[in-house]
């Protein structure tokens, strides 16, 4: 039987905006997605000439998200959207998520989940009461070695899991780009667009995610520094955070966008009682696992040893290298097949973005207060 791509719209990504492209990307990979639709920007001229550009259909470009809603909602159930990718930034998350999981889509949404916890917990409770799914876009979970390394350490390989050590350094916001006209910065140092967090929620996320979903260990306390490097800035550029997991393993979480040269330096480094294991994302077909009584081991992509779980992720042959769109890729793959319904692949979504919305704000509690711990709200389930 043929099978039909599933039909996206998506909400920002307009001309010069930086991840609605990688969405597109990553979306078409597979051929499961085909982007038909969009609000790509407020200003008009930017979102015709995005869409002019995509080869849409004029009429499926729409003036705004409440009209692309309305438009694609008014359509048969054969051509409409199936999905919304919302690549705007963080203050309309919350708001944009929920209308368009209440009009019938499921969501494909940018991280941070949202402004706060409360408004995370809404789109919980959105996509519960819509039966629609809900992905949430940690796109370093979708890497085949990150995969690997979790699978490993969940069968045991390391034994009992006593260190999680997560860096995620960039420097691009060492200067004040902000005021001077960079978009990216404007919003992002901003707290009404970007919420309690700069620096933690736009990339201290990334690390706590990657650190929990990895490890599979949460964890119940913090005791945090944030920072601020650049005079007049009003969020964090720095984060600091020691975390303390539930079973008593112990890490160090440290996020900062004014390491001066560094570019994209994600990093996890996770020990046991038997050995450790070792990933960086600006090296991702590489795992390095090191061990008490035996020589070190590199995992490659696409070589010896690999879980099924991660072969299964991988595209090409080893030694061709794969990247961050084929790991954003692997998120959009996963969440066609949910939606289709015969779907068993793991993909980020409302669990993940409330456990990282817990964390930003109890990072901001310990911060400011003279606390030494602060608990990360276990919630209902976790
Ligand atoms: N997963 C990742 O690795 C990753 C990487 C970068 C950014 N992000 C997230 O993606 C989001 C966007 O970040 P960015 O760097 O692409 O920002 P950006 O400023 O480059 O792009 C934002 C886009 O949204 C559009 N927009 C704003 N309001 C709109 C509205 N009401 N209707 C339609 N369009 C609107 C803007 O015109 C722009 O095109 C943020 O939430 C950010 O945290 C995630």
């Given at each position: 039987m043929v099978r039909h791509a599933l039909r996206l719209g998506m909400v920002g990504g307009g001309?010069?905006?930086?991840i609605g492209a990688v969405h597109r990307m990553a979306a078409a990979l597979d051929g499961d997605?085909?982007?038909?639709?969009?609000?790509?920007?407020?200003d008009a001229g930017r979102n015709q000439r995005t869409g002019d550009a995509l080869g849409l259909a004029p009429q499926r470009v729409y003036a705004s998200f409440d009209a692309m809603l309305a438009g694609e909602r008014a359509l048969p159930e054969g051509e409409r959207i199936d999905a919304v990718a919302v690549v705007t930034p963080n203050h309309l998350h919350a708001p944009m998520a929920i209308a368009a999981l209440e009009a019938g889509f499921h969501v494909f949404c940018e991280k941070?989940?949202?402004?706060s916890v409360a408004e995370a917990e809404a789109i919980g409770a959105a996509a519960k009461a819509s039966g629609r799914h809900f992905a949430l876009?940690?796109?370093?979970?979708?890497y085949p070695l990150v995969e690997e390394a979790r699978a490993r350490i969940a069968r045991g390989?390391?034994?009992?899991?006593?260190l999680v050590q997560v860096e995620y350094l960039q420097?691009?916001?060492?200067?004040p780009i902000d005021e001077q006209g960079n978009k990216q910065a404007e919003w992002r140092t901003d707290p009404a667009r970007a919420?309690?967090?700069?620096c933690l929620g736009d990339i201290g996320t990334h690390a706590f995610q990657l650190a929990e979903h990895v490890s599979g260990l949460r964890v119940d306390s913090v005791s945090a520094d944030l920072a601020i490097?650049?005079?007049?800035?009003?969020?964090?550029d720095d984060v600091s955070a020691l975390l303390r997991f539930a079973g008593g393993a112990r890490g160090v979480l440290k996020a900062s966008?004014?390491?001066?040269?560094?570019?994209?330096?994600l990093k996890l480094r996770i020990h046991g009682e038997q050995g450790g294991l070792e990933w960086a994302q600006m090296e991702p077909n590489t795992l390095t696992l090191r061990w008490l009584d035996r020589p070190a081991e590199i995992v490659r992509a696409?070589?010896?040893?690999?879980q099924d779980s991660t072969a299964?992720?991988?595209?090409?042959?080893?030694?061709h290298p794969e990247g961050y769109v084929e790991a954003f890729a692997n998120l959009y793959r996963a969440f066609a097949a949910a939606i289709r319904g015969g779907g068993d692949r793991w993909f980020p979504g409302v669990a993940d973005g409330l456990r990282t919305m817990r964390f930003i704000e109890a990072v901001v509690a310990n911060a400011a207060s003279d606390a030494k711990w602060t608990m990360v709200d276990p919630g209902e389930k976790e």
């Open positions: 001309e010069g905006a930086f997605w085909r982007l038909v639709a969009g609000a790509f920007s407020t941070p989940m949202a402004m876009a940690f796109t370093y979970s979708g390989d390391l034994g009992a899991i006593r420097g691009w916001l060492s200067r919420g309690l967090g700069g490097h650049v005079p007049g800035r009003r969020l964090d966008q004014v390491a001066a040269g560094e570019e994209n330096g696409g070589g010896p040893g690999l299964a992720l991988l595209r090409t042959p080893s030694g």
